[in-house]
């Protein structure tokens, strides 16, 4: 969330697929997203994909409901990029999979690490970047300890996420 809080990172259109899946994953960022949403300087705009019959999408049989707002994104932003071909309309994701579909849809995307070193009058996003980079290895280094970021930073007694979401 601080790479979309930067200064930098403006006229971004967030699918409300994106809002809710965040809403699901942690309300705090959440927040933020929405604040964003709300900020003029920032000028981010909510599309409702989810409510828009050119973009709507039904979850495929045996698909995830992961992959399905993937894909819900990806064709978001397809029928932006079709209907405003002027204005370059680029995916931002963290995911590989992601990534090779657009681009086999012919929509442009990038992973954040791309796109901050695209963004040669923002040098500081590469440090973002950098940064959750670092975080992430840090995650999944007490993952693999069998505990979870809260539990380190003393949010939760046990090291047994199971058990803290029991608690």
Known sequence: ???????????????RTVLEEVEHRNKAGSQRLKNLCQSATKRFYVFANEHH????VKEESGESPNDRNDRAIRVAAKWY?????????ILLTNDA??????AAMGVTGMNL?????????????????ARQD??????????????????AAGLTSTKDPAAAAAA
Not at 81 to 89: E, G, W
Not at 113 to 129: F, G, H, I, K, W
Not at 134 to 151: H, Q, S
């Open 1 to 15: 969330m601080d790479f979309l809080e930067h200064p930098a990172i403006t006229d971004v259109i967030v699918c």
């Open 113 to 129: 690490r791309t796109y901050a070193a695209a963004r040669s009058d923002a040098p500081e996003l590469q440090d973002l970047v």
């Open 53 to 56: 019959k050119d973009t709507y």
């Open 134 to 151: 670092f975080m992430d290895e840090d995650e999944a280094a007490l993952a693999a300890e069998g505990t979870t970021a809260a539990a």
């Open 81 to 89: 990029a079709d209907r405003i071909p002027q204005m370059p309309i």
């Open 97 to 102: 999979g992601n990534l090779a579909a657009a």
